[in-house]
């Protein structure tokens, strides 16, 4: 049985269909397995801290902005996060 990953959009995948190439399933190599794996707990602990901050009374706004990285040409996106009362 395929392990599920949820993904960022609140769905959830098939761990080796988060590779996927312009539709073509490809398999992750372990690094890129564990990268999925540490943004996939990164996210759980992110969001947690987000739904506190609410509960306890912030207002609280994030914006995903763009960087290019001199790695590479696909700019890698950020998140950004801010809260105010």
Do not use: C, K
């Not at 987000?50 to 790695?71: F, P, T």
């Amino acid at each position: 049985m395929a392990r599920q990953v949820h993904t960022l959009d609140g769905g959830s995948a098939p761990e080796d269909m988060l590779a996927q190439n312009e539709g073509a399933h490809t398999r992750m190599t372990d690094e890129q397995r564990e990268a999925a794996e540490n943004l996939h707990e990164a996210m759980r602990i992110f969001n947690e801290t987000v739904r506190q901050a609410a509960y306890r009374g912030l207002h609280v706004e994030l914006q995903i902005v763009e960087i290019r990285m001199s790695e590479g040409p696909t700019p890698v996106p950020q998140v950004s996060a801010s809260a105010r009362l």
